[in-house]
């Protein structure tokens, strides 16, 4: 069984890498401010290899940057002092957006470290934020894609009751017995539903996400909405669904990008079992929060892969299957909930995707989803 864990994995790497070259250690940087500049500061530099955030630093016990801070095992200071003296980072970044600051740092930096603030810091963050835009275009691209793929499955679904219908219509047109035509007639009516249901499903999938849309999300309910999603990409007639769901169990986040998420990982579970197979799809309270386990009896992941299915445009579909995006945008989307992404997998035997979300587990279900 090998285990994998995008962010992890990736650091190990470079690490190895800078031992055997001496010039490119890890850039050591430290963060002042942990309001929403540093927490999304913290986020972009943490996935990046070659950094290594060292530290961050606020006054504020409760800024969202310390919390996230805890999450990745960066450490968390209260002065900026203790901070330089105990990680002797090579690059200062101040986001406090506190002009004293500006002295305090002059004072207390030691030469030869760099400080970037002021208009540089702000730079910093409008293009962290350029960024989070092309994130969410890109999901939306990969959702678009994905969803060409849907038209075998909605013909066959939307056919089969505009069949019934026809059939229904056809009686009708000899029918006298006016019991038997109002009969009929909730069957058309049914009918007409069903094939509304199934454009409400999709024009609310296919439709952007609002990124100002977070809340709780009730996990066990987005599960069951992804797979009647996922039907219309990859048929399920004989893969067996078995579902172990905690009840009430949540998540915080974009309910639209959870649910993307989770119709990402069902289709490539489906996928890698040729459509035949066991998929299980697993919820449960743990001390760190809510997971959320997809597996399947598929093919497996070969080792050497596995550091690889987080990339972007990693495939080993053929046109028109894949686009090699899925997991790449799953890892953002989780990154962005605080969560975290790890496989198993056993060439052969099948994978399982498990997902970690921070937070309360057992409140009521429907939040905001
Ligand atoms: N459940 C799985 N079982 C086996 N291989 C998988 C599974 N999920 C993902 N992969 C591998 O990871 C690759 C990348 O997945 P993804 O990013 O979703 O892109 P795509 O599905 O478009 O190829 C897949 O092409 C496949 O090789
Ligand atoms: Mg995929």
Redesign the pocket.
Known sequence: MTLFSPAISDRRTELQGAAQDPTPLPMKVAIIGAGRGGTALLDALHQIGTIGVVGIVDINPSAPGLRRAQELTVPIYDRVSNLLKNQQPSLVMDVTGDPTMESVLQKEVPPGTNIVNGQTSRLLWLLIQHETGLQAELLHAEKLAGIGSFAAGIAHDINNPLQLILGLAENLTEETDLDAVHLQARDIIEAVKRTTAICRDLTSYSRRTSLQQEGLISVNAKLDEALKIARYAVALQDIEIRKRYQPDMIAKGNPDQLLHVFV?LIT??V??MEHQGILTLETTAVDEGTQIRVS?T????APE?LNR?FDPF????PPGK???????NIKNVIHHMHGTITVE?QVGRG?T?TLTFPGETSQSEGGSS
């Open positions: 990402n490539n579970a996928q890698a399947d598929g093919s497996g992941i892969l299915i990693f495939t080993t579909k894949g686009t090699g995006l899925g997991l790449y997998s994978s995707f």
